[in-house]
């Protein structure tokens, strides 16, 4: 058994947009498996993996010996941190086959296969605050910044004036560290260290009468952040992660006569230019008239034409579904789910059926048991191709 997995957005990915993968699954021999599906995973200190995002490729299911190929979607919530690799804050996708153990009927054999990927922010180079002169006085020492909003590179010019000070030192200081939440480790993780702030420039002078002073920014200084993932799974509430920077000034001043130091900080901003999408490569699955095909829309009218159901028959709990293969093209790599339909809005627990392949003419016919009352059955259909359909039949319905 091999399984493989490509990324098809070149390795990257923008906050709100669909990660788009394609999957192999090769079975040697007639395979059944648990689940199978895609995971988006990252690593916070305090727990072992954590989950933001996912999407089920096979269910539970009996598979024919073949190669099943079929191309999905993880979309990548507003609200999910971007990479920060700074902090090891890092994604992978991960895609999972989980079947039953071949000796310990106890557990479950998982197979994975694993891939990194680049979660981008698409605002993280944009202004989005309006950039304010600072101006003020204490202790004797005026301060002048003709705005507090600076990119990586720039230089700040500080002005400055005082007839009390001997020596001003102006420090750029850098705070920033994950935040973790988890019940596991109290309110707080304890594995995440309260970090001192790091200083990320320094300018001193004793030239008072110069009245300024130049302090640059690092080239690679970080964005000003604060992000916060929330998850909305219940057995995830009460955790949280994230990720900041903020940015400050330290102004030192050093009296002319034995007195108190001076001190005190002024926060500023560092935003970042727009990231220039021709230099990592252009993104086309998240643009639009490129998103991945969904089971309930648009669905391919000549892939209709190809699946016919031929008969729905009932006998005590269970379904003898008749369909077949009305083209003149062989499918490969297909699939078939079917669940119940309860009530008009609940589905019942699903079976899944893979063929190698399926020809022309050709009728399958699968059998669905359930002990609850259903007025439909649903018919979900995929193969290599990508193609898609979902049928709704009612159980009492003539088919032929």
């Given at each position: 058994?091999?399984?493989e997995l490509e990324?098809?957005n070149n390795?990257?990915?923008?906050?709100g947009?669909?990660?788009?993968v394609?999957?192999?699954f090769?079975?040697?021999?007639d395979?059944s498996?648990l689940w199978?599906?895609?995971k988006?995973?990252?690593?916070p200190?305090?727990?072992?993996v954590?989950?933001?995002?996912k999407n089920?490729?096979f269910?539970k299911?009996?598979?024919?010996?073949g190669?099943?190929e079929?191309?999905?979607?993880?979309?990548?919530?507003n609200?999910?941190v971007p990479?920060i690799?700074n902090r090891n804050?890092?994604y992978d996708?991960?895609?999972?086959?989980r079947?039953?153990h071949?000796?310990?009927?106890?557990?479950?054999?998982v197979?994975?296969?694993?891939?990194?990927?680049?979660?981008?922010?698409?605002s993280?180079g944009l202004?989005?605050k309006?950039s304010?002169p600072?101006?003020?006085s204490?202790?004797?020492?005026n301060?002048n910044?003709?705005?507090?909003i600076f990119?990586?590179?720039?230089?700040?010019?500080?002005?400055?004036t005082s007839?009390?000070?001997?020596e001003i030192?102006?420090?750029?200081?850098?705070?920033?560290?994950l935040v973790?939440?988890?019940?596991?480790y109290g309110q707080t993780c304890?594995?995440v260290?309260?970090?001192p702030?790091?200083?990320?420039?320094n300018?001193?002078?004793?030239?008072i009468?110069?009245g300024?002073v130049?302090?640059?920014i690092?080239?690679?200084a970080?964005?000003s952040?604060?992000?916060?993932?929330?998850p909305t799974?219940?057995?995830?509430?009460g955790f949280?992660f994230g990720?900041?920077?903020?940015?400050?000034?330290?102004?030192?001043g050093?009296p002319?006569?034995?007195?108190?130091?001076?001190?005190f900080?002024?926060?500023?901003?560092i935003i970042?230019?727009p990231?220039d999408?021709?230099?990592?490569g252009?993104?086309?699955?998240?643009?639009?008239?490129?998103r991945?095909?969904s089971?309930?829309n648009e669905?391919s009218?000549k892939?209709?034409?190809?699946v016919k159901?031929?008969?729905?028959d009932s006998d005590f709990e269970?379904?003898?579904?008749?369909?077949?293969?009305?083209?003149?093209?062989k499918l490969?790599?297909?699939t078939?789910?079917?669940s119940?339909l309860?009530?008009?809005?609940?589905?019942?627990?699903p079976?899944?059926t893979?063929?190698?392949e399926?020809?022309?003419g050709?009728e399958?016919?699968?059998i669905?048991?359930?002990?609850?009352?259903i007025?439909?059955l649903?018919?979900?259909?995929?193969?290599?191709?990508q193609?898609s359909?979902?049928?709704?039949?009612?159980?009492?319905?003539?088919?032929?």
């Amino acid at each position: 058994m091999k399984i493989e997995l490509e990324d098809l957005n070149n390795g990257h990915v923008y906050i709100g947009d669909k990660l788009t993968v394609r999957t192999k699954f090769n079975f040697e021999e007639d395979t059944s498996i648990l689940w199978s599906g895609l995971k988006l995973i990252t690593h916070p200190p305090c727990v072992k993996v954590l989950t933001v995002a996912k999407n089920e490729i096979f269910s539970k299911g009996q598979f024919e010996s073949g190669i099943y190929e079929r191309k999905k979607t993880l979309l990548v919530k507003n609200n999910v941190v971007p990479t920060i690799k700074n902090r090891n804050l890092e994604y992978d996708i991960e895609l999972i086959l989980r079947k039953p153990h071949p000796i310990n009927d106890d557990e479950d054999l998982v197979i994975k296969r694993e891939q990194k990927i680049d979660i981008i922010s698409r605002s993280s180079g944009l202004q989005t605050k309006k950039s304010n002169p600072i101006s003020f006085s204490i202790s004797g020492l005026n301060i002048n910044l003709s705005k507090d909003i600076f990119k990586p590179g720039e230089t700040i010019k500080i002005n400055f004036t005082s007839d009390d000070l001997k020596e001003i030192t102006i420090r750029l200081l850098q705070k920033a560290n994950l935040v973790c939440y988890c019940e596991a480790y109290g309110q707080t993780c304890r594995k995440v260290e309260e970090l001192p702030p790091a200083i990320a420039g320094n300018v001193r002078t004793t030239n008072i009468n110069k009245g300024f002073v130049l302090l640059k920014i690092p080239e690679i200084a970080e964005t000003s952040h604060d992000y916060l993932w929330e998850p909305t799974e219940k057995d995830q509430w009460g955790f949280q992660f994230g990720d900041y920077t903020k940015w400050s000034l330290l102004i030192l001043g050093k009296p002319k006569v034995n007195r108190d130091l001076i001190k005190f900080e002024v926060p500023i901003t560092i935003i970042s230019k727009p990231v220039d999408e021709s230099k990592i490569g252009v993104d086309i699955f998240a643009k639009e008239g490129m998103r991945a095909p969904s089971l309930f829309n648009e669905i391919s009218s000549k892939f209709q034409k190809i699946v016919k159901i031929i008969s729905i028959d009932s006998d005590f709990e269970k379904y003898i579904v008749k369909m077949k293969n009305i083209s003149k093209e062989k499918l490969e790599g297909v699939t078939i789910k079917i669940s119940g339909l309860q009530e008009g809005l609940f589905e019942t627990g699903p079976i899944l059926t893979g063929y190698r392949e399926w020809n022309a003419g050709e009728e399958k016919e699968i059998i669905y048991e359930t002990k609850q009352n259903i007025s439909a059955l649903i018919t979900i259909l995929e193969d290599n191709s990508q193609k898609s359909i979902r049928i709704q039949s009612p159980v009492s319905a003539d088919f032929f």
